[in-house]
């Protein structure tokens, strides 16, 4: 069985100021993992992805996670915000072999502030 | 085509009516799945096709739903006799292979049961 926690339903930052979404995950299988961003009213798309290759994942816009197996997480991590990042924010999971289903955190709503 | 393309955008059907939605992956790719979106929850599993086969239908949470993909492209999520608890939005993302890759999903249709 496979499912992630996301730690915080709601982070909010100021403009310039580092970003923290926490994601803890539970996988009985090798796993995939991904950020996935909604925007309101648009779709879901891939921040990044981690597939048992180098532990820290750099991705879109700025964004990178990092796999800490020791601690089933997965973090992602932002230097400085703006305010385009407002968004929903899911952590994924998924088997690292074949089509398998993702399965879905309930999401991080992040809000920048001015 | 360029993207994962669904229609309706936007759907309101009246309870006890059957609706029908449909996703147009992007060419080529093989798998196809289909997801559920609660207001404010993360998307959750319905069913999976690797080109026409239904592969797994393990999410879907009634037997009022039912999803085809007769010729391995487009498919159809179809709900029969629709109840308030089906409002969501029924999200579709397909992919070249293999999952662990990352899937492309479409903007969703909103399905709203009144």
């Known amino acids: ?114 | 085509g360029a993207g994962v393309s669904q229609s309706p955008r936007y759907k309101v059907a009246k309870r006890g009516q059957d609706v029908a939605l449909r996703c147009d992956p992007i060419s080529g790719h093989v798998s196809l799945f289909w997801y559920q979106q609660a207001l404010g929850q993360g998307p959750e599993f319905l069913t999976y096709f690797q080109n026409e086969a239904q592969l797994d239908k393990s999410g879907l949470p009634s037997d009022r739903f039912f999803a085809e993909r007769p010729e391995g492209s487009v498919s159809t999520l179809k709900i029969q006799r629709t109840q308030q608890e089906d409002s969501a939005v029924y999200l579709c993302a397909s992919s070249m292979g293999r999952g662990r890759d990352g899937y492309t999903f479409g903007s969703g249709t909103r399905l709203t049961v009144v």
């Open chain 1, 1 to 114: 069985a496979q499912s992630v926690t996301q730690l915080d339903s709601h982070v909010s930052v100021s403009e310039g100021t580092p970003v923290l979404l926490r994601c803890n995950y539970s996988s009985s299988y090798s796993p995939s993992l991904f950020w996935y961003v909604q925007h309101p009213n648009k779709g879901l798309q891939l921040l990044l992805k981690y597939t048992s290759a180098a532990t820290l994942v750099k991705g879109i816009n700025g964004f990178e996670a990092e796999f800490k197996k020791s601690e089933t997480s997965f973090h992602l991590t932002k230097p400085s915000a703006h305010m385009s990042d407002a968004a929903e924010y899911f952590c994924v999971v998924s088997r690292n072999s074949g089509n398998t289903p993702l399965v879905f955190g309930k999401g991080t709503r992040l809000s920048v502030i001015a």
